[in-house]
């Protein structure tokens, strides 16, 4: 009878797997059955991709912010907070407060502890992140609340806002008009005066490996 | 002597969990099962001797300000809930596959419950899906445990 419960329990636990895992299992059958063909395009575009990422880059070094690069060196290891531990720290002479990039002009967070080689980094997906953002070429003032996926909160109901939005940062602690996100879904209520909206950022937090601090920035703490 | 070796086996699997659960691993949708959480219970469930659980909850916090030493908080929160649930495990039902899944599910809601109130309220969804997928590892590791341990037992020697 124990027997049958775990067989069965078992059977769930692979079910919750594929379920989980399935965009992978999926991902890795086409890869199967990719031709060479299809492999040499795919070589060809990420050549393209790699040279994009190289030109990014040179454009943050030409950029007039001195910034400083840092390797992620842990993760925050529950689920209720998403912070980050870099492996710069007062020795490099990083400071509370700067700006955290996860590429140019996109903002990641904002160092909050410093140790002698390592910091940490609140970012825009811990639940403790607040700040004030504007929508899109109309510039409607919302609240930015952070999680998975980041919100946005109190935005006013006669506020044109669009999906695909970007959203920047206007909060006096952070460099202005850097980058957040965009507007993934909206949640309008006719009886409620406020508007709502997710954000989605064109990278995932948990596969960042490399962030930039921008080192000269002093915001209104 | 073999108290030193059980004590250094059990610092191996708790290196392991820290490193493993810095880093993400078995991630699945953005939810982390907590490895170090099942590490610690699994030792208050098949250790004997407090003596042998206090040194090893007193390493515990020794590695964590080595190498999480952001998130001492939330480890030493894990270790006094483990040390808790140590005195009081005689009063669960004796059988070691269900005092764990027991464990599991009362270490993990009391953890956040300490941590952070307001994330049962802000997130009640992913607390119950990494309860569940706590208690699905913690089900895996006990039965692999105890398959070991019966295979060990019953191993006839030549």
Request: without cysteine; glycine residues 10%; charged residues 20%.
């Given at each position: 009878m124990t027997k049958k419960y775990i067989l069965i329990f078992i059977l769930l636990a692979v079910l919750v797997f594929i379920y989980f895992y399935q965009r992978n299992i999926f991902v890795g059958l086409d890869k199967l059955r990719l031709s060479n063909q299809t492999l040499t395009e795919l070589r060809l575009a990420n050549q393209g991709l790699e040279q994009e990422v190289r030109d990014l880059k040179n454009k943050l070094n030409l950029?007039?912010?001195?910034?400083?690069?840092?390797?992620?060196?842990?993760?925050?290891?529950?689920?209720?907070?998403?912070?980050?531990?870099?492996?710069?720290?007062?020795?490099?002479?990083?400071?509370?407060?700067?700006?955290?990039?996860?590429?140019?002009?996109?903002?990641?967070?904002?160092?909050?502890?410093?140790?002698?080689?390592?910091?940490?980094?609140?970012?825009?997906?811990?639940?403790?992140?607040?700040?004030?953002?504007?929508?899109?070429?109309?510039?409607?003032?919302?609240?930015?609340?952070?999680?998975?996926?980041?919100?946005?909160?109190l935005i006013p109901v006669d506020a044109k806002i669009n999906l695909g939005d970007e959203v920047l940062n206007v909060s006096p602690n952070l460099p202005l008009n850097l980058l957040i996100g965009k507007i993934s879904e909206i949640n309008s209520e006719p009886t409620v005066s406020l508007q709502q909206a997710k954000i989605r950022t064109d990278y995932d937090p948990n596969q960042l490996n490399k962030v930039f601090i921008i080192t000269d920035y002093e915001g209104f703490n | 002597m073999k108290d030193l070796i059980k004590i250094l086996a059990w610092i191996f699997f708790i290196i392991l969990a820290f490193i493993f659960q810095a880093n993400h691993f078995l991630s699945l949708g953005g939810i982390n099962p907590n490895l170090i959480l099942l590490v610690v219970f699994l030792s208050v469930i098949l250790e004997k001797k407090i003596s042998r659980f206090l040194v090893l909850i007193i390493i515990i916090i020794l590695l964590s300000v080595v190498f999480l030493p952001y998130w001492i908080k939330e480890i030493f929160i894990l270790s006094i809930l483990g040390l808790a649930i140590f005195l009081f495990k005689k009063s669960l039902t004796g059988n070691n596959f269900f005092d764990f899944l027991i464990i599991i599910l009362l270490g993990n809601l009391g953890f956040y419950l300490i941590i952070n109130p307001r994330y049962f309220i802000t997130n009640p969804v992913v607390i119950i899906i990494e309860l569940f997928y706590n208690m699905a590892l913690g089900f895996l590791i006990i039965f692999g445990v105890k398959s070991f341990s019966y295979e060990k037992k019953t191993r006839i020697k030549p």
């Open positions: 950029a007039s912010q001195p910034y400083l690069s840092a390797r992620v060196y842990s993760r925050y290891p529950f689920n209720n907070n998403q912070t980050l531990i870099i492996d710069v720290g007062s020795k490099n002479g990083v400071k509370v407060g700067w700006p955290v990039l996860a590429a140019e002009n996109y903002l990641l967070g904002k160092i909050t502890k410093v140790k002698a080689t390592t910091s940490e980094v609140i970012t825009i997906f811990s639940p403790d992140w607040k700040s004030g953002v504007k929508i899109g070429q109309a510039g409607a003032e919302a609240v930015l609340t952070g999680g998975r996926p980041p919100k946005l909160d | -």
